[in-house]
């Protein structure tokens, strides 16, 4: 074999052998989506969204409890999480200026990013949960504005600082004052790709499961009162998939199901925005 | 030994042993530099890369001053006093002195939002009043006809030539005493240079021009001064036919016969 061959052959190995890798993977991912499809739209019925929590074997039980208390935790979660950490990120691509101090808060957020979330989930249980005596909705939404946060700070960093530093130089060459820099021309330079930080994060804490088993804990009914415990689809799929009851686990599939949608539409649309930002 | 003309016109700026040095750098950036900048008149600034244009040209709206650890030193006399006196006030200087940049900064907003951008800062917010100075700006600029039917539109879908006219209207909009251009025309095609080069020249009717070039031919066909710097220093500012035709320094003359550059 000459040369050129021996480069064809190699290429043409490592070719096959990442074309069947991806395969590999791809079929996990769609056989999983497909058994997700299948159980979920069979298990779904008008029931599940006006019906609260029932024992197994009830014929009228539903979503409705996990279904509010999921978005109640994740709204709350959100309109915490969400200007802290875009607040944040502004503060080390605009206003920290290379300090040591901005170096250690990047490097924070980047380890809480991967810390596991349970630990996020014993830690708001010490510090909310036991000074407080109970479960509550605002302590699983605090539990999840925490792993947020670190997510939405670290892409508003970066996507404030792919914005040209002559812009703002342009700004402030005609008599903008910092503030003004940093809202009319920085955010505007900046607006998709924060906004597509802003819906994965919220996206990856919807997803949650084990912060919040600590934390708002769970309840069979509806409760929209965040200082009690509180359902939510993640703890609620949890507990119905592990039981033994056949309606119960065709519940936990509908709850898999809807998460799963919603999650998906917000990734979609995260992608979406940074698209339509790239085609201009 | 540099030389340096009197100006027999009206200075609007006065530099008097200025000198700057970046943070991080031991030495001065810009050395001991005095010159006067004649009003409604154009001044370019020439030399090799490197030299301190660019430097010397932000220092007279403070740009510097949005980095920490930048110094400077001497004067910079404009309107009576030291503009880089610790109590001016950077946000009313910078409305006097206005800049363009080597690229286009078109911000990421509409034409008419682009142009306006400015004077609502000054608190305009009467909208036909907005609306007057926009055109107004915007036919000073040579780009109200390009742009007329699609001011709502953003900014960033104009050409570069485009944009470059976009960012002096915006400039202009604010009625600035001085406007420094630092190299605005080396990210540009020759036509939009020259476009560029016409509007300059016409624009020192009403405002004071120091515009920075690598480009000799550019210096010579715009401006009415000429300054030539050196490592950080100003060796020669003259009449700008004098200084090509007959320059005082052997080091200017080296440069402007392409000896070394
Ligand atoms: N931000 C900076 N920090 C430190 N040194 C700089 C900075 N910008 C420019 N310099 C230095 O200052 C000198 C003058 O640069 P500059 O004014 O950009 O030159 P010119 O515009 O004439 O090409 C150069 O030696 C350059 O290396
Ligand atoms: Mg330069």
Redesign the interface.
């Known amino acids: 074999m000459n040369y050129r061959q021996k480069r064809i052959a190699i290429n043409n190995i490592v070719m096959t052998l990442s074309t069947i890798s991806a395969l590999i993977g791809l079929s996990f991912l769609f056989w999983i989506l497909g058994v997700l499809i299948f159980n979920g739209i069979e298990a779904l019925n008008i029931g599940i969204f006006i019906n609260e929590g029932a024992p197994p074997g009830y014929e009228n039980s539903g979503l409705k409890q996990a279904l509010i208390g999921q978005l109640l935790i994740v709204m709350y979660a959100t309109a915490a999480g969400v200007p802290l950490g875009v607040l944040a990120g502004t503060y080390l691509s605009e206003y920290s200026q290379g300090s040591k101090l901005a170096e250690i808060i990047r490097d924070i957020s980047d380890i809480m990013m991967s810390a596991p979330s349970i630990v996020i989930g014993a830690f708001v249980y010490a510090i909310v949960v036991i000074p407080m005596g109970h479960f509550s909705g605002y302590a699983g939404a605090i539990a999840l504005a925490i792993i947020m946060i670190p997510i939405i700070l670290r892409t508003t960093d970066d996507m404030l600082q792919l914005v040209p530093s002559t812009l703002r130089e342009a700004a402030f060459a005609l008599g903008a004052p910092k503030y003004k820099v940093i809202i009319q021309v920085v955010y505007r330079g900046a607006r998709a790709g924060v906004l597509t930080g802003i819906l994965l994060g919220i996206a990856r804490v919807a997803g949650e499961t084990a912060p919040l088993l600590f934390t708002s804990f769970n309840d069979n009914f509806l409760n929209t009162d965040m200082n009690e415990a509180m359902a939510s689809l993640t703890v609620t799929m949890y507990n119905y998939a592990t039981s033994p009851y056949e309606d119960w686990q065709r519940l936990g599939w509908a709850a898999a199901f809807i998460l799963s949608m919603f999650i998906l539409s917000l990734n979609i649309i995260g992608r979406l925005f940074l698209l339509q930002k790239r085609g201009k | 030994m540099a030389t340096i003309i009197d100006v027999p016109e009206e200075k609007i700026l006065h530099v008097n042993n200025f000198e700057f040095t970046y943070a991080g750098s031991d030495v001065p950036n810009i050395k001991k530099l005095s010159m006067p900048i004649a009003k409604n008149c154009v001044t370019a600034l020439i030399g090799p890369s490197g030299c301190g244009k660019t430097t010397l040209l932000r220092s007279f709206?403070r740009?510097h001053d949005?980095?920490?650890g930048n110094k400077y030193a001497g004067e910079v006399l404009f309107e009576g006093r030291n503009i880089l006196d610790v109590k001016e006030d950077l946000?009313?200087l910078?409305?006097k002195i206005?800049?363009i940049?080597?690229?286009p900064?078109a911000?990421?907003?509409s034409i008419f939002d682009n142009v306006a951008?400015?004077l609502r800062?000054?608190g305009m917010k009467n909208r036909s009043e907005l609306n007057d100075r926009v055109e107004k700006s915007l036919k000073d600029a040579a780009i109200w006809n390009e742009v007329s039917t699609r001011l709502k539109q953003?900014a960033?879908g104009l050409s570069g030539g485009q944009q470059q006219r976009l960012?002096i209207a915006?400039?202009i909009a604010?009625e600035p005493e001085i406007l420094l251009f630092d190299e605005p025309t080396s990210a540009l095609d020759p036509i939009s240079t020259q476009g560029i080069e016409i509007l300059v020249s016409e624009l020192k009717e009403r405002v004071s021009i120091v515009i920075v070039t690598h480009n000799m031919q550019q210096a010579a066909r715009v401006s009415d001064y000429t300054g030539f710097m050196y490592l950080g220093e100003l060796i020669e500012l003259g009449q700008t036919e004098e200084l090509f035709v007959t320059p005082k320094e052997k080091l200017t003359e080296e440069y402007i016969t392409g000896k070394f550059g």
């Open positions: 709206n740009m949005l980095y920490p946000i009313t910078r409305t206005g800049m940049f080597q690229k900064t911000f990421p907003m951008y400015g800062l000054q953003d960033n960012c915006r400039a604010v």
